[in-house]
């Protein structure tokens, strides 16, 4: 069978990752979050403690921060210099600070290299914020998830609420528009729909709605 990749674009919080996840088990293929190597990174920055958004500075230790992906029984696995840290990318705090290192060019390298190298010979289903724009261009199919700003922070409560983690709710709106601002402006790989993207907004959609949607649109031989 013909290996394909399935781009998968959109904003923070619009259910990208768990939308993928369901997809990638109905086609049997693996789901590569682009977002998980961009926290994992960003853990690896704030261990050296340089300051995030300095290029120069985030640019020198680079060297230093070895990131690899490995599948076990499809769940995806971040390793940060051998160590895995899965469990501990998924902080407002590692949040930010990959979202303010990925406008960094040599950061945004790395990893598309990364990613790359990750979906050779494989079909994938994979997420992020320029996956059919820049990291996969030519992927066979792509698609734009969206949803309302305040949809999307309602659904980021409820995932740290689940990990244990209280919020406020009107910081976490701001930090999204912040977000969203920050992703759509940055002069390297802004966030986009790419032309040939179909565009899902899922703010009234269930997960499963979602889903179904994807799936008929990809014809797989």
Known sequence: MKTYIIAIDGPAGAGKS???SDVAKELGILHLDTGATYRTLALGLLREGVDVTNEKEVTSVLDKIEISIDFVGGKQLMYLNGEDVTSLIRTNEISQAASASSVIGSVREKLVQ?????????SMIVDGRDVGTCV???????FYLTADTRERARRRAKQLLEQGIECDFDELVAEIEERDHRDMNRPISPLRRAEDAILIDCTDMTQQEVVQTLLRSVKVE
């Open 114 to 122: 990364l990613q790359r190298d990750t979906a050779k010979k494989l």
């Open 136 to 142: 996969f261009p030519d992927a066979q199919y792509k």
């Open 18 to 20: 768990t939308v993928c």
